[in-house]
């Protein structure tokens, strides 16, 4: 029964591989792109509720920690289900800087407004300071998310996008700092985000933090 139950579940998931294999790179970008001007145009016409701006600071951010989160499960989704997205990681890392982006120029354009009080807030504010340390971190992996930068950089290629794992927690940390009071979605977040990068270790390292928890 197992195994008529694994042999199906190999199946199944060979077929949806074929199918991904299909999806054009592009169309990711373009359906994941789809709601930055609807979101936008939610908020110009009242449908994000009574504090549209901070509205659609939420949503850009959310999204953005979205796609962050999925680009960190593909790895770990492929080792364990057989499920195949590596085509499109890319895309997910370079959709996810957008719309950290688009968060950050609602939160400089739209909401703060006055670039006197931009650094006042970076500075005074730690769940701003950590925002901002994590979008630092991120840039230089959005400008060498292409073909040419691979090349440059070589090996140090590799290393520099190994900056998306402190960028993806602190982006957690923040989510969860912003929240007022206690709120157990950004804890969830937070929580997937270290359960993602924990699967990312080598099973030496996962055994010694097993062993580590055991003990504690």
Not at 56 to 80: D, F, K, S
Not at 93 to 113: E, F, K, N, P, R
Not at 148 to 154: D, T
């Amino acid at each position: 029964m197992t195994a008529w139950i694994s042999g199906n579940t190999t199946e199944a998931m060979h077929k949806l591989n074929q199918i991904l294999r299909r999806v054009p790179v592009w169309a990711v970008y373009i359906a994941g792109l789809v709601p930055v001007p609807w979101l936008f145009y939610q908020g110009m016409t009242g449908g994000l509720g009574v504090e549209p701006i901070e509205a659609l600071e939420h949503e850009y951010g959310e999204l953005a920690l979205q796609l962050l989160i999925l680009g960190l499960a593909v790895t770990p989704l492929r080792r364990l289900t057989g499920l195949n997205l590596m085509k499109f990681r890319r895309a997910f890392g370079i959709l996810t800087l957008s719309y950290v982006a688009c968060h950050l120029l609602v939160w400089l354009v739209l909401d703060v407004q006055d670039p006197s009080q931009i650094w006042a807030d970076i500075i005074k504010r730690p769940y701003i300071t950590v925002g901002m340390a994590a979008f630092v971190l991120m840039l230089p992996l959005g400008i060498t998310s292409n073909n040419a930068s691979v090349r440059w950089l070589g090996a140090a290629w590799r290393r520099l996008h190994k900056l998306v794992y402190p960028a993806a927690i602190l982006a957690g940390l923040h989510y969860v700092m912003l929240a007022k009071g206690f709120q157990i979605e950004p804890m969830i977040y937070l929580f997937v985000i270290l359960a993602l990068l924990l699967l990312r270790l080598p099973k030496p390292a996962l055994n010694t933090a097993s062993r580590r928890a055991d003990s504690a």
